[in-house]
């Protein structure tokens, strides 16, 4: 590989972890004030059981 196909390989990746971590920011439910905020196990639980929905055992 040359150096030009290292910088744009380098840049697809920096632009693809930037777009990765904005559609995580985006998964937080908010119904009710009083309630606590949602944590990281509570989103990770979430997308876990959203997946398993979607296969058949």
């Known amino acids: 590989m040359t150096k030009s196909d290292d910088k744009k390989l380098a840049a697809l990746v920096k632009k ?4 990765a ?3 995580k920011a985006k998964a937080r439910r908010k119904y ?3 309630l606590r905020p949602e944590t990281e196990e509570d989103l990770e639980a ?5 997946e398993m929905k979607k296969r058949e055992f």
């Open 16 to 19: 693809n972890a930037a777009k």
């Open 21 to 23: 971590a904005k559609s």
């Open 32 to 34: 009710d004030d009083t």
């Open 46 to 50: 979430r997308a876990l059981f959203s």
